[in-house]
């Protein structure tokens, strides 16, 4: 669970920004995310809890998408690249090309064409809900809501107990 302040609202759309923290912290592949100098990064999910502006978010990425993206992501120009060059170095060669020439041309046309695969994909899976960014709780002064408890009895003193969920 990774935490964010919420941006703007778009309908039923929110724009939160989560900074580098969380999750990220631990990831081997922050750097990707995080690669054009910034240390947050923004992200567009369902305003399903209705937060507006200002307010401090909990949200999840479900494991499963994060698997799923990254094999997209890695394997598919890895797999392009790799018939790229076996596919130029038999179709080319036999025209006279070299042999490492048609390899590195049939490798640039696989990876070009794995970019356009993945553009192609990203439009049909960019609808699944499994790839898509989930609100889990509104938090204020880093406490969240959901698992506040105000004792009503105290008055004098608003005692306010956790509970763990």
């Given at each position: 669970?990774?935490?964010?302040?919420?941006?703007?609202?778009?309908?039923?759309?929110?724009?939160?920004?989560?900074?580098?923290?969380?999750?990220?912290?631990?990831?081997?592949?922050?750097?990707?995310?995080?690669?054009?100098?910034?240390?947050s990064?923004?992200?567009?999910?369902?305003?399903?809890?209705?937060?507006?502006?200002g307010?401090?978010?909990?949200?999840v990425?479900?494991?499963?998408?994060?698997?799923?993206?990254?094999l997209i992501v890695?394997?598919?120009?890895?797999?392009?690249?790799?018939?790229?060059?076996?596919?130029?170095?038999?179709?080319?060669?036999?025209?006279?090309?070299?042999?490492?020439?048609?390899?590195?041309?049939?490798?640039?046309?696989?990876?070009?064409?794995?970019?356009?695969?993945?553009?192609?994909?990203s439009?049909?899976?960019?609808?699944?809900?499994?790839?898509?960014?989930?609100?889990?709780?509104?938090?204020?002064?880093?406490?969240?809501?959901?698992?506040?408890?105000?004792?009503?009895d105290?008055?004098?003193?608003?005692?306010?107990?956790r509970?763990?969920?």
């Amino acid at each position: 669970m990774e935490k964010a302040r919420v941006l703007e609202i778009h309908g039923n759309k929110a724009v939160i920004e989560a900074d580098g923290g969380g999750d990220c912290s631990v990831c081997s592949a922050r750097h990707v995310c995080l690669s054009l100098g910034g240390t947050s990064r923004r992200i567009t999910v369902e305003n399903s809890l209705g937060v507006k502006p200002g307010d401090m978010v909990e949200f999840v990425i479900a494991e499963k998408g994060i698997v799923l993206s990254s094999l997209i992501v890695y394997g598919i120009p890895i797999i392009g690249m790799m018939a790229g060059v076996i596919a130029g170095s038999v179709v080319l060669t036999p025209l006279g090309l070299d042999s490492d020439a048609s390899g590195a041309l049939g490798g640039l046309a696989g990876i070009t064409l794995s970019l356009l695969i993945i553009k192609l994909i990203s439009v049909f899976i960019g609808r699944k809900t499994v790839f898509t960014p989930r609100l889990t709780g509104v938090t204020r002064s880093g406490i969240s809501q959901k698992s506040l408890k105000i004792d009503a009895d105290s008055t004098e003193n608003q005692r306010v107990d956790r509970k763990k969920y």
